[in-house]
């Protein structure tokens, strides 16, 4: 990989960490995870994003769209994706907790570059803070393209 395509994929993985809470609530909307925590193995949230000149690293992509695409879609890259979960439910249970992960894919189209994203989640699944009425999608994609941190 490329010195500008390493700084590029830091840069994605410092707007994720900035945004991951807002990540977790719609991802756990998006893929259902209070109705079906086994959902978080079929399903990942798809963020498709393009870089934009900013100042705060919270704003320095804009994402046009989002959606939940099959794991499957990722061909060769399922086995290491399923194994991040995996990991993240073994580190879990060494602290004594029933942790799964479910996976936010933070892609930069422009670049060609993509983050796979675990995050991670308590089963029984704590309810999502989202408004039942608002659709997760619109509600994400406002909240990162404004550069507001939850």
């Known amino acids: 990989m490329s010195p500008t395509a390493l700084q590029k994929l830091r840069q994605i993985r410092a707007f994720t960490m900035k945004h991951r809470p807002t990540l977790r609530k719609a991802a756990v909307r998006a893929l259902e ?21 900013a100042a705060l690293t919270e704003l320095s992509y804009y994402v046009a769209s989002a ?5 499957e879609h990722f061909g060769d890259r399922v086995v290491d994706m399923r194994d991040l ?3 993240a439910h073994e580190q879990g249970k060494k602290a004594g907790f029933d942790m799964r992960a479910m996976l936010v894919v933070m892609a930069d189209v422009d670049n060609a ?11 029984p699944v704590t309810p999502s803070s989202l408004d039942p009425e608002v659709d997760w999608k619109d509600w994400m994609v406002e909240q ?6 939850r």
Do not use: W
């Open 67 to 71: 959606e939940v695409v099959p794991i």
């Open 85 to 87: 979960m995996k990991s």
């Open 33 to 53: 995870i209070e109705k079906d925590p086994e959902n978080a193995k079929k399903n990942v949230v798809m963020v498709y994003m393009v870089e934009r000149e």
């Open 113 to 123: 570059l993509s983050n796979v994203v675990p995050i991670g989640f308590q089963v």
């Open 144 to 149: 990162l393209n404004e550069g507001i941190l």
